[in-house]
Nanobody, 115 residues
Framework: QVQLVESGGGLVQTGGSLRLSCVASGSIFMTYHMAWYRQAPGKKRELVADISTGDITNYVDFVKGRFTISRINAKNTVYLQMNSLKPEDTAVYYC?????????WGQGTQVTVSS
């Protein structure tokens, strides 16, 4: 069983920045495909960005140029640097790990962007 623990959420003004962190338990973090998702009130959970075991990144259009996903395998950690935040970025952000067909979710961290 893998545990994912997110941190770094909070309240920020429009145009501000936050960096989310997700620490994974276990010793094979480098083999996990990692991703960040988010879920706003009343909406479905959606992919924000992901990063492969080979550090190939992928972003959805609405965060391109503003968010950066990265990972440090030695720290079992994946990050989401969020810049130029907008009120529509307000959501609970979830860390996701995939190892083959097995997936894990973190408990989520709230990000609120005030206008």
């Amino acid at each position: 069983q893998v545990q994912l623990v997110e941190s770094g959420g909070g309240l920020v003004q429009t145009g501000g920045s936050l960096r989310l962190s997700c620490v994974a338990s276990g010793s094979i973090f480098m083999t996990y495909h990692m991703a960040w998702y988010r879920q706003a009130p009343g909406k479905k959970r959606e992919l924000v960005a992901d990063i492969s075991t080979g550090d190939i990144t992928n972003y959805v259009d609405f965060v391109k140029g503003r968010f950066t996903i990265s990972r440090i395998n030695a720290k079992n950690t994946v990050y989401l640097q969020m810049n130029s935040l907008k009120p529509e970025d307000t959501a609970v952000y979830y860390c996701h790990a995939r190892w083959g067909a097995i997936t894990y979710w973190g408990q989520g961290t709230q990000v609120t962007v005030s206008s």
